[in-house]
Each structure stands twice: as C-alpha cells, then as structure tokens.
C-alpha cells in the first residue's frame, strides 16, 4: 500500500528525490513519515509531514532534506539535497493513523518496502 521509489548511486554533494505513492486506502489525513536504516545500524527517524504540511525533520538532516506531500496524489515526497556518504541506507516511508507528527518508528502503522540510497565519496 506504500511504494517508495526514487534511490541510487549519487555522489556526496549531489540531491535525490524519494517518492512514496499510497494505494489502497486513503492517507490524506495521516501522518506520513521518511525512516532509514544504515547497514548495521538501527532504524532511524529523517522526517514527517501531517496532512496539514506541518513538517518535523530530524537534526541529522535539517536544511538539507525536505518532506513534502500532495494528498490528492497520495504521493510524499523526500528532497534530498548535499548528500553525504553518511546518509546511505534504506529509505522507508510510513504512514500513522494520527493527525500529530512522530519520531518513533512503533508510532507508525504502515509501511513501505524501501529504496536503497547510496552516497559515494
């Protein structure tokens, strides 16, 4: 019900734009949210948008990526620009059946399969 899409290779200082399209049921009044996971490393928070576009971005990635959505497309984008070799992972996009913004993976409902983002030096 979530695909996500829009990983590859880019080399450190390039940009990337991950989408993630909803089927299936309606998601326009869900919290729709970006994790990561790093090879071994634990999953991690980037970034969430309400359905009102009230957007909360971890600190690892503040001014660099943006999270933003176009409910009548179901669809969530993830802008990510300056990338470092740090930020390679699998990309996760999420959705919570709640009108406030989360962090925390648990808070989440449902989710994508991911795409693999690589960053080279």
């Known amino acids: 019900q979530l695909q996500a899409s829009g990983g590859g290779l880019v080399q450190a200082g390039g940009s990337l734009r991950l989408s993630c399209e909803a089927s299936g049921r309606t998601f326009s009044n869900y919290v729709m949210g970006w994790f990561r996971r790093a090879p071994g490393k634990e999953r991690e928070f980037v970034a969430a948008?309400?359905?009102?576009?009230?957007?909360y971005v971890a600190d690892s990635v503040k001014g660099r990526f943006t999270i933003s959505r176009l409910n009548v497309k179901k669809t969530v984008w993830l802008q990510m620009n300056s990338l470092k070799p740090e930020d390679t992972a699998v990309y996760y996009c999420?959705?919570?059946?709640?009108?406030?913004?989360?962090?925390?993976?648990?808070?989440?409902?449902?989710w994508g399969q991911g795409t693999q983002v690589t960053v080279s030096s």
């Open positions: 999420a959705a919570r059946r709640q009108y406030y913004n989360s962090s925390y993976s648990d808070d989440y409902d449902y």
């Open positions: 948008i309400t359905w009102l576009s009230l957007t």
